[in-house]
């Protein structure tokens, strides 16, 4: 009996790029099934642009990716698990909140995630060889810069605020561009199943940060996954979230 097997992707094609308004681009990996497949979110600024999560990490994504190396760039990772802090390894310094700091410092398997969700069965076709999902390890950024609570990223013309949103994971962060209504939210809240119980999430958090986002005047947002969705998309799956968990 034979025994099927995916097919291999190519490195030139592994990366889409999605050009949309506000000057900011979408980058994902469609070979990734898109329950898994992260949204790597590319901002445009006057002086410098921003960077939120990295993918998998399984094909280098800046050589595949000419837009990252154009301009000077701030990389941030909206919280450190494995389909989102791939890639970090490959940009100066990355920022993270400091409270998953030491994660991506020593980046394993079991807090990542990627021992308890990193398999074939994520994929439409595999990276390019040599991937094997069992010989999978991320490296981890040469330097980290640690972010808080409301700090700015300042772009020159554009400003994002940190906003801590522990639950999902306890160093979890939204990035808030209060001047455009622009919500950048991790993963959080994303318009699809959210994950809430990994082994550090935590539902009192979840719930506190889901009312804090329920606060803003959100235009559009870019969740870690799926597509993204309005403001008023927002506050209603955040009215049925709290709802449904009565929290």
Not at 25 to 53: M, Q, S
Not at 128 to 149: G, K, M, N, Q, V
Not at 192 to 211: K, T
Request: net charge negative; proline share 6%.
């Amino acid at each position: 009996m034979s025994r099927f097997s995916l097919p291999r992707g190519d490195a030139e094609n592994w990366y889409r790029t999605t050009s949309l308004d506000d000057g900011i681009t979408r980058i994902d990996e469609p070979a990734i099934k898109p329950f898994y497949r992260c949204n790597i979110w590319h901002v445009r600024g006057r002086e410098r642009d921003l960077l939120v999560d990295f993918g998998l990490g399984a094909v280098p994504l800046r050589r595949q990716v000419p837009l990252l190396s154009e301009r000077d760039l701030i990389a941030v990772a909206s919280h450190t698990h494995f389909d989102h802090i791939g890639s970090a390894h490959e940009f100066d310094c990355c920022h993270v909140h400091a409270a998953e700091a030491d994660i991506l410092a020593d980046p394993d398997n079991a807090r990542t995630l990627a021992d308890a969700f990193l398999d074939d069965a994520m994929f439409d076709a595999l990276p390019p060889s040599p991937f094997e999902h069992h010989r999978y390890r991320i490296a981890p950024p040469t330097r980290i810069a640690t972010l808080e609570d409301g700090e700015i990223i300042d772009l020159g013309d554009r400003r994002f605020e940190v906003i801590h949103t522990p639950g999902h994971s306890p160093g979890g962060i939204a990035l808030w561009e209060a001047a455009s209504g622009i919500l950048i939210s991790g993963d959080l809240i994303y318009d699809g199943p959210l994950i809430e119980d990994v082994y550090h999430s935590n539902a009192r958090d979840y719930a506190a940060s889901m009312r804090r986002l329920r606060e803003l005047p959100a235009r559009i947002v870019h969740g870690g996954h799926f597509p993204s969705f309005s403001g008023a998309r927002l506050h209603a799956m955040i009215d049925d979230w709290l709802r449904d968990h009565a929290l």
